[in-house]
């Protein structure tokens, strides 16, 4: 079963001072609860008693309608590495806005996002838009079928690949690759869930199985490194792949354009068969893609599966490629690939891992920060072991360890972290933007501190 977050505790000082500070939020989550389930229209935006209500970001901040600010590691779950707001990503939008929201047609502005595209990412010989990440891990691996004719995939254990039923079993539930709730147990059969980090066990997969498609997997570990992997295993699992004629598929739905320019696959030096693509690819609006060698996105081509005489893959998608998705795609990729803006926040991230550990290892709580890139990750240690952020090791814990938490307390620390003026994800985490400042990053760590003390009196650490 999927772990539910638990409902707030009633006699919660944490509870009723966020309440206090947030009456209109409160207001609009009354009506959401008869709207939608939970009143939420995304799981990972749902908190207990209501999540904020916000009106506008700007930079590395963003309001809610009672007028508070936080500083926001969310991230627009990670599509905003520029931050809020990037001046040449609204100006596009605004441009492209006046020429029309949908042609029904081929537009300029695809080409120039596509060709950015293939500038940045290594392995894009090809690309093909789709509307989400979702969609475009869906299609590569239907694409893997297709162009291998075999039926399995190799998934990791912990990996997050979006909601398709392809992919719904082992990211935080179903570890033994049963399906989940709705999903029909032939399509769970077709996927083995292996665990991370353990390329034997990929070898021993491969050499036993040959109705192997493909493999994929987040090239920085599940979760964005919250279960890190290594180049090393990357480089590892490229060999073995090829030399079982199976595709590797690196899902780079947040990685891509955050790492690094060109991704994971730019940094670590490893080509995979296909990439999928969205978040930051799209500039803040919607959209994804598939993108890699030719002779595979070939089964999308229309010439192409005639002169081989296979079927093609059917691929609508009335919003794929969307123009105003283009224009700010096209804004936000250029200044990606003109500016340290990775680097930026990849350091920034480094700088905010280390001032919380100094907080956790001053207010003496048995917890650690860790995490790559422009990640950060904080391990709440739920079977409360030993544990200190000068030793702490990601690699020295189980994967379930990592992406677990002690019961409610997750709920609790976000709730705590808004009250003092920051929006943290739920791993719990968060992701820095280039629009992060060093003052932001001292707010923060003085904002968790306090967080700290106020889990303590209420017994939670
Ligand atoms: C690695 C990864 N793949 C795929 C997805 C799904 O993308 P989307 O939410 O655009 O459908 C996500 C979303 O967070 C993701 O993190």
Redesign the pocket.
Known sequence: MTALPDAPATNSQIIADYRAKTPASAALAAEARELFPSGVTHDGRYLEPYGIYVTRGEGAYKWDVDGNRYIDFFGG??ALLLGHNRPEVIAAVQTALQDGTHFGANQEREVRWAQLVKQLIPSAERVRFTS??????HMALRLARAFTGRRQVIRLKT?????HDHVTSGFNSHFDGAPTVGVLPGVAEGVLLLPPNDLDAVAAALDANQDIAAMIL?PTGG??GMVPVDGAYLQGLRELTRAHGVLLIF?E??TGFRVSRGGAQAHYGVTPDLT?L??ILAGGLPG?AVVGRKDILDSIDFAASREQGREKIAHPGTFNANPVSAAAGIAALQIIADTDACERANGLAETLRGKLNAVIEDEKVNWAVYGTFSGFHIFTNPRGGAVSPATFDPADHAYDELKSNPPGLVNKFRVAMLLNGADFSAWPGGLLSAAHTEQDLDAAAEGFRQVLRMLRQEGEI
């Open positions: 779950h990670g989400s990440g979702t969609e475009a891990t990996h997050f690949h979006g909601w987040e979760s964005f899902d739905v947040v999928t969205a978040k994804g």
